[in-house]
């Protein structure tokens, strides 16, 4: 049996596959974006794919925290559409 990638959702705390979440990544030069491949270099942190998780993790800045950066406004409407 292959084992499958478990990761956090950094608002609710479950743990998911890997492919139910959304990783945003913060890299090197302090560029934020979001990683579809999974694989991108940075300081990353998931998201669950629920437009109450995105809102919640706006408002509480919790990715901001995480990625130690001040996340655009952008980005979260780019997660909201992707769901």
């Given amino acids: 049996m292959k084992k499958i ?3 956090s959702c950094v608002v609710t ?3 998911l596959e890997k492919k139910e979440l959304i990783r945003v990544v913060r890299d090197n ?3 934020v974006f979001i990683d579809e491949s999974g694989k ?3 300081r990353g942190a998931y998201l669950k794919k629920d437009i109450e998780v ?3 993790a706006k408002k509480n800045k919790i990715l901001d925290r995480r990625l ?3 996340v655009p406004d952008s980005i979260y409407e780019e997660l909201e559409s992707m769901i």
């Fill in 5 to 7: 990638p478990m990761r």
């Fill in 13 to 15: 705390g479950e743990k």
């Fill in 29 to 31: 030069t302090g560029s």
């Fill in 40 to 42: 991108a270099n940075g």
């Fill in 54 to 56: 995105i809102k919640k």
């Fill in 68 to 70: 130690e950066v001040e």
